[in-house]
């Protein structure tokens, strides 16, 4: 049975808006928020100009589903590892194995939000540092449990640096395959948390 003429234009539609948040991630990431015109981003997905318009209302608007979005996804992923291993020390592995999915596969949203996260709405901003702080939190019950330091605090801390360390794939120089990218920092990330605890 085939799709009605209202759900196929429903997918079209909803395929031309990832097409859009696609081109926008590379352009604006190569570019800088202030370097993409939303025309730009429209012309990069195969998207008429006016077109444009019936997804985004403006440039912000897609920088917002950018950050806010990969923010509550990330939010997400993280308490759902929280929830389903009842091991702490799975559920650490699996929390550095998430963030390392997102370092390797969106490494332009890295960059994006470190340089441009400035130029969004202030409630836009809001979110997104509410639900990364959410998402930290979750590090921090976590490692709090896996390789507890005795001092929430100091897991927030810790927490906070791991993070970091991930997040900074996209700057590391050279052309090592993305395995083996994975397995160094996997075991800098948990070899730091371990030696953290005992040093």
């Excluded at 590892?81 to 799975?90: G, L, P």
């Excluded at 470190?114 to 490692?143: C, H, M, N, T």
């Amino acid at each position: 049975m085939s799709d009605s003429p209202a759900t196929a234009r429903q997918q079209l539609k909803a395929d031309r808006r990832e097409a859009l948040l696609g081109a926008a991630k590379l352009l604006i990431a190569q570019h800088g928020y202030a370097g993409v015109r939303l025309n730009d981003i429209g012309g990069a997905a195969g998207v008429s100009g006016p077109a444009v318009y019936r997804h985004f209302a403006s440039k912000n608007a897609v920088l917002a589903e950018l950050l806010v979005g990969i923010s509550h996804r990330l939010l997400e992923g993280g308490r759902r590892i929280q929830q389903e291993n009842e091991s702490a020390q799975d559920a650490l592995r699996a929390l550095v194995s998430w963030q390392l999915e997102f370092a390797l596969t969106e490494p332009e949203l890295i960059l994006i939000f470190d340089r441009d996260r400035f130029q969004l709405e202030p409630g836009d901003l809001r979110e997104v540092r509410k639900s990364q702080r959410a998402y930290v939190e979750v590090w921090v019950d976590v490692i709090g449990r896996a390789v507890p330091s005795g001092r929430e605090d100091d897991d927030r801390t810790r927490a906070h640096a791991v993070i970091g360390l991930i997040n900074s794939t996209p700057r590391i120089p050279g052309q090592l395959p993305a395995a083996d990218v994975r397995r160094i920092l996997t075991e800098m990330a948990l070899g730091s948390l371990i030696r953290s605890r005992t040093g």
